[in-house]
T-cell receptor, first 105, second 112 residues
Framework: GIQVEQSPPDLILQEGANSTLRCNFS?????LQWFHQNPWGQLINLFYIPSGTKQNGRLSATTVATERYSLLYISSSQTTDSGVYFCVYNNDMRFGAGTRLTVKP | DGGITQSPKYLFRKEGQNVTLSCEQNLNHDAMYWYRQDPGQGLRLIYYSQIVNDFQKGDIAEGYSVSREKKESFPLTVTSAQKNPTAFYLC???????????FGPGTRLTVL
């Protein structure tokens, strides 16, 4: 099956900073989702983005399927953005290991 | 309210006992999934079901069993054959097999 690699594994930001999280795939993908896991363990769906770019408030995501990667942008980060961000290839139900984001006040 | 419920939130069991985790959804979704998450790691697929009375093994099915007798319900049994059952268990559902997944709040199982 497809391998999913996320980078960076850990990220510490000051409140107000911007960040880019990356997800690389071992093959071309056409069915990708981004999630945020909050400190209580709840997984919140951010984007279903098989290709192209989507925006939702301070968050946006871009998937370039032929180049085998997806990016999640967080602008003007807030402490409530802290948690772990996962990308998942839905055809295989295969999750990356996640990026742990800590936003400091 | 539409959504996915898992119960209980915390579960403690003695080693050697089977335990069943509940997952219910009222979203009218056909597909349901069970994942396991260990501390500091991503999610791994245990079992999934695309339709009632049918389910398939995921990457780590050994020591687990499921049933799908109703569209709304997909219980997971952690058997005594599972060598390391202490983990966070998450249930999800989607309209179809490759559509957007929605997750329940999870059950933290601790085996003493």
């Amino acid at each position: 099956g497809i391998q999913v690699e996320q980078s960076p594994p850990d990220l510490i930001l000051q409140e107000g900073a911007n960040s880019t999280l990356r997800c690389n795939f071992s093959d071309s993908v056409n069915n990708l989702q981004w999630f945020h896991q909050n400190p209580w363990g709840q997984l919140i769906n951010l984007f279903y983005i098989p290709s192209g770019t989507k925006q939702n408030g301070r968050l946006s995501a871009t998937t370039v399927a032929t180049e085998r990667y997806s990016l999640l942008y967080i602008s003007s980060s807030q402490t409530t953005d802290s948690g772990v961000y996962f990308c998942v290839y839905n055809n295989d139900m295969r999750f990356g290991a996640g990026t742990r984001l800590t936003v400091k006040p | 309210d539409g959504g996915i419920t898992q119960s209980p939130k915390y579960l403690f069991r003695k080693e050697g006992q089977n335990v069943t985790l509940s997952c219910e959804q009222n979203l009218n979704h056909d597909a349901m999934y069970w994942y396991r998450q260990d501390p500091g790691q991503g999610l791994r697929l245990i079992y999934y079901s695309q339709i009632v009375n049918d389910f398939q093994k995921g990457d780590i099915a050994e020591g687990y069993s499921v049933s799908r007798e109703k569209k709304e319900s997909f219980p997971l049994t952690v058997t005594s054959a599972q060598k390391n059952p202490t983990a966070f268990y998450l249930c999800a559902s989607s309209i179809g097999g490759t559509d957007t997944q929605y997750f329940g709040p999870g059950t933290r199982l601790t085996v003493l």
